[in-house]
């Protein structure tokens, strides 16, 4: 019984290392990353429960720290714009639900941006040990995110029900959307990952971007209508909008506005995560080289 | 009557080797492997490394550009199924640079590597551990980690528990653990992973005497099995107990391969450049020059006879000397020293079978200026026939160590009969007459 499983397993792992460039062989080289894919499922499942648990064991408000974020953020833009502090038109919904809503998504982009890059530096020790599927790392990363997600949706239902906010039919389509949004962060995310493991400056840079950008992202403000100048431009040519902007939609109006923006956004989501994919799995043994020596 | 059987003073190895091509689980073909020495540079040749990567150029140019250096040049050698090789060499000398190319984790810059089978690193005992996490969610991660799936990590997991001892603290964080615990937790983990090849890098000293001595026997019952080691040591005894052949690196390029006590006389020859030993059961060493000395050197190692003749191999419950001949320095005012020697059995289980120290006994040794002998009488040499090696030492004191020999390697027989012997006991036997009978 352990002879045979042995026996099959021998076959099944056979390796080649050569110095030689793997993009001169594109269809190995797809037919690896799917089987790592694949095979990595079960590593990035235990990981997660490890992860999570250990998180939350060293810690009294526990999960709550999934959703206190986008609570605070959520509250000073409120009482900010309740005293006239800041400036912000009108939006479809009451003005909390839309701000703590809106932070909910935006804060799950941010982790989807953050989580491969988080993921390398604090798997530094394993990297250079074990050879182990590299994107076991971004799917643990991914389940973080979603099971963070799962506390802050209670947050929203909450938000909905208490501003007797309707829900669309179309909020069953939202999921899809969302997984565009997470897609674009974790395709910048893990295209970043490897580069940020090599120069520090990568992952303080994205610091700054990622606050920065949540300004050029109608979060705590409305959409911007049409024109709109420099600013109105840049938030519109950024492609977390539609996607953002469109889970919204529909969540609660069920009228998408900018179905254009949003496909354009999605194909750049989708596209960016498989090329950051191949970038990440090229770059990672030059990465833990670089590491530990 | 039985007739003992002299033990044949070679390891056997558990497989004979064959030109099977199917045998082999790995092949190391040329590989090298370039490190840069200036931090600054060298992640700046990472990126271009991996620029080059992705636009394709075909890696593994043989130039080395500024700062760089070879870590690893042309490495060659094979490891059959149960076959373990040993990798020798001084701090620096490429070794881990090449477990981490034959585990995957670095790619070499010129040559191939091919494996058959799962490689698992012991280089990494625990890697991977979460201190705020238990000792049962960690093995569930760690070996995860080392590529096995939930449900042979449910098959193992009793066997891991039992070998590492663990007991009750399974169930407590692991921050909580002794760093034995720790160690024997991750030493437990990444050897029930069952691979083909396992590569073991400096991580049996974990551990009690006792637990070591485990480690090695579940090494020896892998072996048996047909599992493959490459070792990485400074411990001589260990490579010569456990492998089967022996690789030697030196910056970066293999010196020599082939039989390990060969290799290992070779490496020490290297080390100390003093004297190598030609056959076993004498050494001679050159005097390293007066400059080197602490005082006293070691010149020769060998045993003498009842009888004051030089012998090969001791015999067995027969009276015998172990000698040490020292050439000693006028001026260095040394006039006392204490010889101390740990004996260990090759290919036993890296238990030290016997030491003996002047100091332990109280009794320090005359030295004279010149060249001279030092002796310890041994009457009924009490080891059973086997092939050994022996550190031998002469201290000033307990602490300060004057010379030593690493590894003086000897034979010993016997024309007596031992059946289910571990030493020699010497008796009498005798019929005595009551006198009410």
Not at chain 2, 51 to 61: D, N, P, R, Y
Request: glycine share 8%; net charge positive; with cysteine.
């Amino acid at each position: 019984m352990q002879e045979t499983h042995k026996q099959s397993n021998k076959f099944k792992t056979r390796a080649v290392y050569t110095p030689e460039s793997q993009v001169r062989h594109p269809l190995k080289l797809l037919r690896a990353m799917w089987r790592d894919l694949v095979g990595s499922r079960e590593l990035a499942w235990q990981l997660m429960k490890r992860n999570i648990s250990a998180q939350y064991r060293q810690s009294v408000l526990g999960v709550a720290w999934a959703v206190i974020p986008s609570v605070v953020t959520a509250s000073l833009f409120t009482f900010a714009r309740s005293s006239g502090a800041v400036n912000i038109g009108e939006t479809d919904l009451p003005y909390p639900a839309y701000v703590l809503f809106s932070t909910a998504l935006w804060q799950t982009f941010v982790e989807a941006l953050n989580g491969p890059v988080l993921a390398v530096g604090q798997a530094k020790q394993m990297l250079v040990r074990i050879n182990f599927p590299r994107e076991a790392l971004i799917l643990t990363k991914l389940g973080e995110l979603f099971f963070n997600f799962g506390f802050k949706l209670i947050l929203i239902a909450g938000a909905f029900i208490w501003f007797q906010m309707p829900l669309s039919w179309s909020a069953i389509l939202a999921p899809v959307a969302l997984l565009h949004l997470v897609f674009l962060g974790t395709a910048i995310g893990v295209f970043l990952a490897p580069m940020s493991a090599i120069y520090q400056d990568f992952a303080k840079g994205l610091t700054v971007i990622a606050t920065l950008w949540m300004f050029l992202t109608p979060v705590v403000y409305p959409n911007p209508r049409a024109g709109g100048g420099i600013f109105g431009t840049l938030v519109k040519f950024n492609p977390a909008t539609p996607l953002l902007v469109t889970v919204r939609e529909l969540t609660t109006t069920g009228i998408v506005s900018n179905p254009q923006g949003f496909w354009i956004a999605s194909a750049i989501a989708i596209v960016g995560l498989l090329l950051a994919w191949l970038f990440y799995r090229l770059a990672m043994p030059f990465v833990v080289e670089r590491m530990s020596s | 009557m039985v007739k003992a059987v002299e033990r044949e003073p070679t390891i056997t190895p558990t497989v004979t080797p064959t030109e099977d091509k199917a045998d082999v689980v790995l092949s190391v073909q040329g590989v090298s492997k370039k490190f840069c020495r200036d931090l600054k540079r060298s992640l700046f040749y990472g990126v271009r490394d991996i620029a080059s990567e992705i636009v394709g150029v075909k890696g593994g140019s043989q130039n080395l550009r500024p700062q760089e250096f070879w870590a690893l040049k042309d490495v060659n050698f094979q490891l059959r199924r149960g076959e373990s090789l040993g990798l020798i060499g001084k701090n620096g000398s490429g070794k881990s640079t090449l477990l981490r190319i034959i585990a995957g984790l670095i790619r070499p810059d010129a040559g191939i590597v091919e494996i058959n089978g799962r490689v698992a690193p012991l280089i990494a005992l625990g890697a991977g551990f979460n201190p705020i996490l238990t000792g049962r969610e960690n093995i569930y991660a760690n070996m995860s980690i080392l590529g096995l799936s939930k449900q042979e990590i449910d098959r193992r997991f009793n066997d891991v528990l039992e070998f590492a001892e663990i007991g009750e603290a399974i169930d407590a964080p692991v921050q909580s653990y002794s760093s034995g615990m720790a160690a024997r937790l991750g030493f437990a983990s990444a050897i029930h992973t069952e691979p083909e090849i396992l590569l073991i890098d400096e991580v049996l000293a974990v551990g009690d005497i006792r637990f070591r001595a485990k480690c090695h026997r579940r090494l020896q019952e892998l072996r048996r099995q047909g599992t493959s080691f490459i070792l990485v040591s400074h411990q001589p005894q260990l490579i010569l107990n456990v492998c089967t052949q022996a690789v030697y690196l030196l910056k970066g390029e293999m010196m020599g391969s082939g039989e390990p006590s060969a290799i290992m006389n070779q490496y020490e020859e290297d080390l100390f450049s003093t004297g190598k030993q030609d056959k076993l059961g004498a050494v001679f060493i050159d005097s390293k020059g007066e400059g080197k000395s602490l005082g006293i050197d070691i010149i020769s190692i060998f045993f003498r006879d009842s009888k004051g003749k030089i012998i090969e191999s001791p015999l067995t419950g027969e009276s015998v000397s172990l000698c040490i001949n020292y050439k000693a320095y006028e001026n260095r005012e040394i006039d006392k020293v204490y010889v101390s020697f740990a004996i260990q059995e090759i290919g036993g289980e890296g238990n030290v079978v016997l030491r003996l120290s002047s100091f332990d006994d109280g009794e320090p040794l005359d030295v004279l200026p010149g060249r001279h002998e030092l002796q310890v009488h041994l009457p009924n040499f009490a080891l059973r026939p086997g092939l050994y090696t022996m550190q031998i030492y002469i201290k000033k004191d307990s602490l300060y160590t004057l010379d030593f020999f690493e590894s003086f390697r000897f034979v010993v027989k016997t024309n007596r009969t031992m059946v289910q012997c571990l030493f020699y006991q010497p008796r009498t036997w005798s019929s005595v007459k009551k006198s009410d009978g």
